[in-house]
């Protein structure tokens, strides 16, 4: 096994190259996974019974997963390996141990660069593992129990410091996490799951995905979309794509690119939209699709995205998704076999149909004044989908996310600042007094000091800029700031303020945005 690191080759640059070997096609020119396996993996994981590779038989992973196993080889044992062969083996070890859809539920947003997700697991996992990496991180991979051991002593040896870190220093980590972590790992994510046997025997060929698709998306910031992206075969699981679309305001999305699918229902594309180059993470299954997609070199712009595979019946979406009583409103439908009466419930007339086909249904509605605030199913024909939202007055207005981390960059560097974007939810109470969320409204956006310590260094005049009219921060420049205290970075503690107006009355909901340094590692699975 050749052992010798690539010649200036870093950790993050490891990572960006395998995160774009991900999203791309296969070359016919790469070896065969059980070739690579046997001449290259082989001379350090030793052969076992059934063709059984020591270590890497006794794990599961999504490709972002097996992509992170075969870059910690190349970073810190000296592995070399081609990005052809490095395709080749993580979609091999993606199809052959991989994650049924059902064990990936709950935990895609890291997959999906979800960075400002909360996640919430119970404490003894949040402290013992999710302080130096996302609790995702471990759901979304199973073994053994032996093997969730070996990743324990494996954490110690290669950071014989982390027993003096927070939350490892008043307690006796290594002894917890053998005895206690370690039974819970490998019963919570063992390696034996019904799940995954049964998904093996039942996952469709990837060739049910070519076609047409019509899709709808949101991106904060820029608003509501719709579309359709047109899939055809490049291979057996590797597709070409070309989408073509539009946001609300009438703005083009449209691009062309390439897509693979891993595991029977992973799909990732990179597709170049209007010239900037996306990824797509999308769970594919039947006629469904649903993820993000997102900028490749800014994962914080991004959008959700969900689609419906033409011939098919189904209800996405209705933008906008709300009505205020008393008052007329266009809305569109979207989604695919879409035939018949659209009918928004009670209280809710439809005026006129303005256009319909079976992808998208373009309707003038109107809201009686008297008519009672809450959610509308809205059905067409036979088809149910996503709620209307009636309202009289807006009671509330959340920021999302509540939460959010921006990061200063740039100013010399090659780091990239890591932008704020915000969407500001109105949410009404219905007539049972319960809160209900009518939808993303234009909002006039600012940041202030979050405390007395951010205002004493003039956080709000040096951490960045908020575009009044999109909710975007946009932090500063990374390095010493001569003009700060003690000349230090542009970091910042900010409150995020969204004033919506609603019948002249302004309404102002409040976030909480951290704008810290630069992002150094930055791992397919964060």
């Not at 994650?99 to 919430?120: C, F, I």
């Not at 047109?230 to 679309?245: E, I, L, N, R």
């Not at 921006?406 to 915000?422: C, D, L, M, N």
């Amino acid at each position: 096994m050749k052992r010798k690191l690539r010649s200036g080759m870093s950790a993050s640059l490891l990572a960006v190259a395998a995160c774009v070997a991900l999203h791309s096609p296969h070359s016919l020119a790469a070896r065969d996974a059980q070739t690579i396996l046997k001449e290259t993996c082989q001379g350090c994981h030793t052969p076992e019974a059934d063709n059984a590779l020591s270590r890497i038989s006794h794990q599961r992973k999504t490709p972002e997963g097996w992509l992170m196993s075969i870059a910690r080889m190349q970073t810190m044992h000296g592995l070399q390996i081609s990005d052809d062969d490095r395709r080749t083996l993580v979609k091999y070890l993606a199809d052959t141990q991989g994650l049924a859809p059902s064990e990936t539920d709950g935990v895609r947003y890291a997959l999906e660069r979800r960075l400002n997700t909360v996640e919430h697991f119970d404490d003894q996992t949040s402290q013992m593992c999710g302080r130096c990496h996302s609790g995702a991180r471990v759901a979304l991979q199973r073994r053994p129990a032996q093997e969730w051991e070996r990743l324990v002593n494996f954490h110690l040896g290669q950071w014989p410091s982390l027993e003096y870190q927070a939350l490892a220093r008043d307690r006796d980590w290594f002894d917890m996490a053998r005895k206690e972590m370690v039974p819970l790992l490998a019963k919570r994510y063992p390696l034996d799951n019904p799940a995954w046997k049964k998904w093996q025997s039942v996952a469709p060929k990837a060739d049910v995905l070519v076609g047409d698709w019509s899709f709808s998306g949101h991106l904060p910031g820029k608003g509501e979309l719709a579309g359709v992206m047109s899939v055809t075969a490049d291979g057996s699981d590797t597709f070409k794509v070309s989408v073509k679309g539009q946001y609300a305001d009438g703005s083009p999305f449209n691009g062309d690119g390439s897509a693979i699918l891993y595991t029977g229902y992973e799909w990732r594309g990179n597709v170049t939209i209007d010239g900037v180059t996306m990824r797509q993470v999308f769970a594919a299954q039947g006629n469904a699709m649903q993820g993000r997609m997102f900028e490749a070199e800014h994962d914080e712009r991004g959008l959700d995205f969900v689609a419906a595979k033409q011939g098919s019946q189904r209800l996405l979406a209705v933008q906008p998704g709300y009505v205020k009583a008393g008052s007329e409103t266009e809305v569109t439908l979207i989604g695919s076999g879409l035939t018949g009466k659209p009918i928004f419930g009670k209280g809710v007339e439809v005026l006129e149909v303005v256009s319909q086909s079976p992808e998208q249904i373009k309707v003038r509605l109107k809201a009686a004044a008297n008519a009672q605030p809450g959610l509308r199913a809205v059905s067409v024909g036979t088809l149910k989908g996503p709620s209307l939202s009636v309202y009289s007055k807006i009671a509330e207005v959340k920021v999302v996310p509540e939460f959010s981390v921006a990061r200063i960059g740039e100013g010399g560097g090659s780091t990239p600042k890591v932008q704020g974007r915000f969407d500001a939810e109105a949410w009404g109470k219905g007539a049972d007094g319960k809160p209900y969320r009518i939808g993303v409204f234009p909002a006039q956006w600012k940041v202030e000091a979050f405390d007395d310590r951010a205002k004493e260094d003039e956080d709000v005049k040096f951490a960045g800029t908020m575009q009044a009219d999109t909710g975007v921060f946009t932090p500063g420049d990374a390095g010493p700031n001569p003009a700060r205290k003690m000349s230090t970075n542009n970091a910042g503690n900010l409150k995020v303020i969204a004033a919506v107006d609603d019948a002249g009355k302004s309404l102002t909901g409040e976030g909480h945005m951290i704008v810290t340094v630069q992002r150094w590692n930055n791992p397919p699975i964060p």
